[in-house]
């Protein structure tokens, strides 16, 4: 019973998304008095569906993903007032660019809930360092950590990033302590074998745990949202540089496994499972910009070279390179469901998604 409930938590939480997303589209479509021929939840077969005035609302059988369709693709008579593509261009940049903003703004609302739910933060000021370690003789209490290795520190979860895939055990570290900024260079700290062999680096100091307070409300949910873009983008070149590959990417079946497992494994923590639907909300948001053929960031480039040329590319050239790229997408969304499948029968421990719990175990447990 609870694999089931845990099951339909996270499909919930993925539709959940998804659903912002395309809303961010039909709303902002409807404002600009463009017709949306059809929003849909879901993909596949219809099994619900009800007209409005403008649009056929459908529910869909399989419960990934969904679109919101207003005949971009295609070419419009003059006399069509309400077709996409006889908006004015920035109209039509507005839409394009609403379902994602709509998921980062769902991104930061999801921050101030975490916070409002736990009623405290872990902070960047340290609260102790372990004795006899390099780490006590050049950081003090109450430093607060500005950067690590030259990267901005916005929460206590970069930290632990930065620990987590350090190489030397070497940090460079920038603190702000009696208000002065202080540049604390080649920290070293202790390294110890694991059972397995594996090589762990030891967390030489904590930081604290502060009360929430109005002051910091606000800027604790900018830094929990920079954080989570950040790793976004991180992630993105770990890709590209051969770091991970096929295997460590997920689609929808990988997603909403990984939210049961988190759910199950936290006992439906309210905490747990909006940090993760916060960070998968960042995801998609970031990823629908990128300037790729079929995403929004590609159709936006469309509109970009159209505003620059100050007439439109035809709707057949820009609907074949569209197609092509979400061919292409098609392709990759196969290889990596069929991967989220198989790993179904063969979990694996080392995933990017358990280094992700990881740091939130990190944060929320460990760091008192």
Known sequence: MTSVLSIICAILIFSLIIVIHEWGHFFVARRCGIDVREFAIGMGPVIFKKQGKHTLFTIRLLPFGG?????????????????????????????????????????LVLGMVILLYDGSYISNTIAAVTENTDAAGRLQIGDEILKMNGRTIFTASDIVYILRNDEDGLIDFVVERDGNKIAVDGVKFTITEGEDGSRVLNYDFKVKKKELTIGAFFP??????????????????????????????????????????????????????????MLITVNVGIFNLLPLPALDGGRFVFLLIEAI????????????????????????????????????????????????????????????
């Open 220 to 277: 604790q949910t900018f830094r929990s949202f920079m954080y989570y873009a950040r790793l976004v983008f991180m992630s993105f070149g770990d890709l590209i540089q051969g770091k991970y590959g096929l295997n460590d990417l997920h689609g929808p079946v990988g997603i909403v496994t990984a939210i049961s497992q988190t759910a199950q494994a936290t006992g439906f923590d309210v905490g747990f499972l909006f940090d993760i639907a």
């Open 67 to 107: 679109f919101c369709a207003m005949g971009e693709d295609e070419e419009a008579s003059a006399d069509d007032v309400a077709n996409f593509r006889n908006k004015p261009v920035i109209s039509r940049m507005a839409v394009i660019v609403a379902g994602a903003v709509m998921n980062l703004i769902l991104g």
């Open 309 to 368: 040329r100050k007439k439109p590319l035809t709707a057949e050239t820009e609907g074949m390179v569209h197609f092509a790229g979400f061919a292409l997408l098609m392709l990759l969304s196969l290889a990596v469901t069929f991967n989220d499948v198989r790993s179904l029968f063969t979990p694996k421990e080392n995933t990017a998604q358990v280094r992700v719990y990881s740091i939130f175990d990190m944060e929320r447990s460990s760091w008192k």
